[in-house]
């Protein structure tokens, strides 16, 4: 286990906009940073990040936490795998305490296949650099294509020896169970044995957005036509092609700071582009680009740039891939290189000015790309043309977006010489086609969420008693250590029990209010999340007179951590959608602090005075004798006193 020493330098080291911003674009917003939810499709941000706080929420799925709460969330990290790669990037030695027997069986399948695909990556660069086969074909391969040595390590390129169970015979030497080792799909157990899937080849590791391996490709190097050229990692638990790009963990800074990201078709294309310094390119791995891939970019960016080669394969996956740019809400241009050129060659004979320069200038916006290249294909036949002006159409309907589909429809009339009536026309029509898709009741978002959160965090806070429990752990966080004036009702019986009324004004800090008047009606809270925030927040005023929300944030338990959340940025969801300036003034809390506690409080009696008058009614059936009776009735009708005195307080009828 790690040890607690280790948790508390991460928690201070690391800085929840820094983290968030290698996965999510972020824009400055008052104080806070806002950008695009990465747990659900929108365009509208609802993503909150408190640099003050050092907590986040996503107001669309009503996740939150604090930065170790993102990366599990977001990466799927168990909490010590989040603790492990804070550690790694801000350079923190992880101290690790003596694990039980039962905590090490706790490891699940998902980590072991990412150990494994770390060990492969460390070895296959290893042969690279020390086997003499690796220097001599996998180096030498490498070099020749003009990559430097810096480049090669810094992608981690590999070389996978040629026996057929090299890798196999090195894994399990180094300790790692077969099965993994087969489930990763770096090894293939068949009739001939264990065999290496990837032996003889150049190894490229493909990282997630987080560094971490799901999978490799490899390029044979010898030209027998029996053998792919290039080989993947089969599907696994970790590795997803349709969700995965290459590079992608390489660039995302670098697109989230040029706010654009060129994609290409290739691992080299990526590696010589980055090592001339274009930085924010990735690949789509030589596969048809998928929607996940696009919502992955767009994280980092709204803008896209297609690369495509000099020729008709790259012109026709450039096509193919523009119109599911465009459902994705993104703005795409194209990019073709001269004819028998590609990203890599282009980038091996140019300097980095002159590749921006060409990207600049040659990058087309998809209309007047697809324009000229249909147009070119129909010449002067009427037929082509039309044909051309509803595929130009078919893309513009698939914008989200109206008002970029009327600017498009616009343009496209204008370079077709074709009516803008007609094109609207056959705009409506695109959309009549299209079968309307069915409505779900859930919006998919909970199915992504940890079961526990899930279950714990839903309906109940509809009790009237639970939401005021949650507003007093809000108002101890946000305002427990200041000063306020709180008018206080005292009341007593006499001896006829007649109810009576004392009001006074006191003054004293807002948790000691807080804390003597639960203390005087002994109250435990009803929701057990409620009841350990509220006793560290005691206990913290009580040991230390204060409170630092940054630091009560630190909740291994994610439950905590949400409600934390929820209460710390539920002020400022205002700031997301610009409520000024629409006329709209949130009103500052601190202002009536004092007012807030006495109606709290009051509301919260009121509501256990509620409970207790339902519990005595509930034992009128046990009642034995008319004294028991008469003591029942006075009793009700104390409480039933009590009641009215306080709704007075509230300015309620009953």
């Not at 990559?147 to 590999?158: A, C, K």
């Not at 080849?201 to 490899?218: C, D, L, N, T, W």
């Not at 297609?306 to 096509?319: K, Q, W, Y």
């Not at 199915?447 to 008693?465: H, Y």
Request: charged share 30%; net charge negative; with cysteine.
């Amino acid at each position: 286990m790690i040890s607690r020493s280790t948790i508390d330098q991460v928690y201070e080291a690391a800085r929840v906009e820094e983290v968030i911003g290698d996965f999510v674009a972020l824009k400055k917003s008052g104080s806070n940073f806002k950008g695009l939810s990465p747990f659900s499709q929108e365009r509208t941000p609802s993503f909150m990040v408190s640099p003050v706080k050092q907590i986040w929420k996503d107001f669309s799925s009503g996740k939150g936490g604090n930065v170790v709460a993102f990366l599990m969330e977001h990466e799927h990290f168990t909490y010590p795998e989040a603790i492990e790669f804070l550690a790694k990037k801000y350079n923190i030695e992880i101290e690790k305490t003596e694990q039980s027997e039962k905590e090490k069986e706790k490891i699940n399948q998902k980590e072991s296949l990412y150990i494994v695909n770390k060990f492969a990556q460390e070895q296959f660069s290893k042969d690279l650099w020390e086997l003499p086969e690796g220097i001599a074909i996998g180096l030498s391969y490498f070099r020749e294509r003009g990559f430097s040595d810096e480049t090669i390590r810094f992608f981690g390129l590999g070389y996978a020896a040629k026996q057929i169970d090299y890798f196999f015979k090195t894994s399990t030497k180094a300790g790692y169970l077969e099965k993994n080792v087969y489930d990763t799909g770096l090894v293939i157990k068949n009739e001939r044995g264990k065999v290496d899937r990837f032996r003889g080849r150049v190894m490229f590791p493909i990282r997630s957005m987080a560094g971490r391996v799901q999978g490799f490709g490899g390029r044979i190097l010898s030209s027998t036509s029996k053998i792919a050229k290039y080989l993947n990692s089969p599907e696994s638990d970790i590795y997803h092609k349709s969700q995965i790009l290459y590079g992608i963990f390489e660039a995302k800074k670098a697109i989230a700071k040029e706010d654009i990201c060129y994609l290409v078709e290739g691992y080299t294309d990526v590696i010589q582009m980055y090592q001339s310094g274009v930085e924010n390119i990735v690949s789509s791995s030589g596969t048809a680009l998928t929607p996940e891939q696009i919502r992955l970019i767009s994280r980092l960016t709204s803008n896209i740039v297609v690369l495509f080669d000099g020729d008709s394969a790259g012109l026709n996956a450039a096509i193919r891939g523009i119109d599911l740019i465009l459902e994705q809400g993104m703005n795409v241009r194209i990019c073709s290189f001269p004819e028998g050129e590609d990203p890599d060659s282009f980038a091996k004979s140019h300097s980095l000015e002159e590749i921006k320069v060409y990207l600049s200038e040659q990058a087309k916006d998809f209309i007047q790309f697809k324009t000229d290249l249909l147009l070119e294909k129909a010449e002067n036949d009427p037929i082509k043309k039309a044909s051309t002006v509803r595929e130009i159409v078919q893309s513009i309907s698939k914008i989200p977006d109206k008002i970029k589909q009327e600017i498009y429809l616009r343009e496209c009339a204008n370079k077709m010489d074709v009516s803008e009536a007609v094109l609207f026309n056959a705009l409506a029509q695109e959309k009549n086609k299209k079968p309307t898709p069915v409505r779900k009741i859930n919006n998919g978002l909970n199915q992504q969420a940890p079961s526990a959160l899930r279950n714990e965090t839903k309906p109940k806070l509809t009790n009237p008693i639970i939401l005021l429990e949650k507003q007093i752990i809000s108002i101890l966080i946000q305002y427990g250590n200041d000063d306020a004036s709180f008018d206080e009702l005292l009341v007593s019986f006499d001896t006829d029990g007649n109810l009576i009324e004392e009001s006074k004004t006191v003054h004293s800090k807002v948790y000691e209010k807080i804390f003597l008047d639960l203390q005087q009606d002994e109250v435990e809270m009803i929701q057990p999340e409620f009841q350990s925030l509220y006793n560290q927040l005691i206990k913290k005023f009580q040991v230390e007179g204060k409170v630092q929300p940054e630091k009560i944030i630190h909740q291994e338990d994610p439950i905590l951590g949400k409600i934390l959340t929820d209460i710390l940025l539920a002020d400022e969801e205002h700031q997301l959608h610009n409520w000024e300036k629409k006329n709209i003034f949130v009103k500052d809390r601190k202002s009536v602090v004092g007012q807030l506690v006495s109606e709290t409080i009051l509301t919260f009696r009121r509501l256990l005075v509620d409970q207790k008058i339902k519990n005595l009614m509930d034992t009128v059936d046990e009642l034995n004798s008319s004294e028991e009776d008469k003591e029942f009735l006075e009793e009700v009708m104390q409480y039933q006193s009590l009641k009215k005195l306080l709704s007075k307080k509230l300015n309620r009828v009953i």
